[in-house]
Nanobody, 118 residues
Framework: QVQLVESGGDLVQPGGSLRLSCAAS????????MGWYRQAPGKQRESVAA???????GYADSVKGRFTISRDNAKNTVYLQMNSLKPEDTAVYYC????????????WGQGTQVTVSS
């Protein structure tokens, strides 16, 4: 059973930075792609950033230029570096991993809270 464990969420002031980590229970080479989603109160979960096994990345327009997704294959960990944080970035952030076998398998972490407030 795949496990994803997020960490790094915190309370930060506007303009501040945080780095989220997502540690996988197996080699991240096994996943076709990994990413970060977020869900604010009363809103739907939305995609924030993604990275493929080949290292290609993609970002939501709302975070482009401020957030960076990266991976450390040796540590089986994916990171989300968040800079210039805004109050509207406040949400629970979830790690996602996708594995394609004979079907598409989606795995989720438990989430980590990010609050941007003065």
């Amino acid at each position: 059973q795949v496990q994803l464990v997020e960490s790094g969420g915190d309370l930060v002031q506007p303009g501040g930075s945080l780095r989220l980590s997502c540690a996988a229970s197996e080699s991240i080479f096994n996943f076709n792609a990994m990413g970060w989603y977020r869900q604010a109160p009363g809103k739907q979960r939305e995609s924030v950033a993604a990275i493929t096994s080949g290292g290609s990345t993609g970002y939501a327009d709302s975070v482009k230029g401020r957030f960076t997704i990266s991976r450390d294959n040796a540590k089986n960990t994916v990171y989300l570096q968040m800079n210039s944080l805004k109050p509207e970035d406040t949400a629970v952030y979830y790690c996602n991993a996708q594995k394609i076998t004979y079907r598409l398998n989606n795995y989720w972490g438990q989430g980590t809270q990010v609050t941007v407030s003065s």
